[in-house]
């Protein structure tokens, strides 16, 4: 091979070496306070972004099998950490289903109007220096509205329950109502929650089944007893797949919407009872408390 040949061999393998180092370049997360691009191959490596130094942030497609608890130990994370970022009022996930999962147990705020690191600090009760530390800050940065920052160390309750339907439209509330066949005022204890027969009911919340059966203007009916006085009340199922006795988990399903006892179509009665006392069940659904480990 002559010099001239040698030389182009030379600059090509340069320039195949410049465009390599681009290409890995470009294909790293871009990490800039909270924000992150990235390849698919990365997204999916969960042993690659639990151990990353820096924080991330990526968007995990749910896989058939996956549950929330599934996903939040692949990526070294707490289940609170991944439905406050998200915030999901469930716990269960379909397939296919798109969540944000970050790396690092914590929290997601978006900064609002007026709104300043040590505003944001206090809400969360975590200094501020840590605050600053975790998302890379430099002194004279200014927050604007909807940048996102990390908390470290929070940890999110959500308090005590769930909506036992993942889709639903509530066709009656709870409170005083014209009962629709009895014809006379009563006071509805609970939600009526319109939905497809035979569509899947989810416990709400952890807890043990003390009634499973047939039980007046109910019609089939599942009772969960919960901790810290709390009952809840399945109504009008067509099928229930559990039995008393048995203890259920947030979210695993218990039966099937029907329209058994006093109804009109099919819908799912739902109620949440304090010692024994009907209470709103939009008062314990889904409520963010925020918990610092700090």
């Known amino acids: 091979m002559d010099i001239f040949n040698k030389i182009i061999l030379g600059i090509f393998i340069f320039l195949i070496a410049i465009v390599f180092k681009l290409t890995a370049l470009t294909s790293r997360p ?25 924080f991330v942030i990526v968007n995990h497609t749910v896989k058939k099998g996956e549950n929330i608890n599934k996903i939040a130990q692949k990526y070294g994370i707490d289940v609170s950490t991944i439905r406050g970022i998200n915030n999901l009022d469930v716990t269960y996930l379909k397939p296919e289903q798109k969540i944000w999962v970050i790396n690092k147990k914590g929290h997601i705020h978006t900064v609002k109007n007026g709104e300043k690191l040590e505003t944001i600090s206090r809400k969360y009760n975590v200094n501020t220096e840590t605050i ?14 909807g940048d996102k920052i990390f908390i470290p160390g ?13 889709r639903y439209r509530i066709t009656s509330r709870f409170g005083s109502r014209m ?56 109504g009008h199922l067509s099928l229930f797949f559990v039995k008393i006795n048995q203890y259920v988990k947030a979210g695993q399903i218990i039966g099937r919407v029907g329209s058994t006892g006093l109804s009109t179509g099919p819908h799912l009665h739902f109620e949440v009872r304090k010692y024994g006392r009907a209470v709103n069940p939009l008062k314990y659904i889904g409520k963010q408390i925020f918990l610092s480990n700090s």
């Open 30 to 54: 871009d990490y800039d306070g909270l924000l992150l691009t990235n390849t698919k191959d990365r997204t999916s490596n969960y042993e690659f972004i639990k151990n990353l130094n820096e």
């Open 154 to 166: 929070i940890k999110i309750h959500f308090a005590d329950f769930l909506l036992p339907l993942t």
């Open 179 to 234: 009962h629709p066949i009895l014809r006379e005022r009563r006071f509805h204890e609970g939600l009526d929650l319109g939905r497809c027969y035979r569509e899947s009911v989810r416990a709400s919340s952890n807890g043990k089944v003390i009634f499973a059966g047939r039980k007046g203007g109910y019609g089939k009916m599942i009772m969960i007893s919960h901790k810290n006085g709390f009952t809840t009340r399945y």
């Open 132 to 145: 600053i530390i975790a998302n890379d800050f430099d002194e004279d940065d200014e927050l604007t509205v």
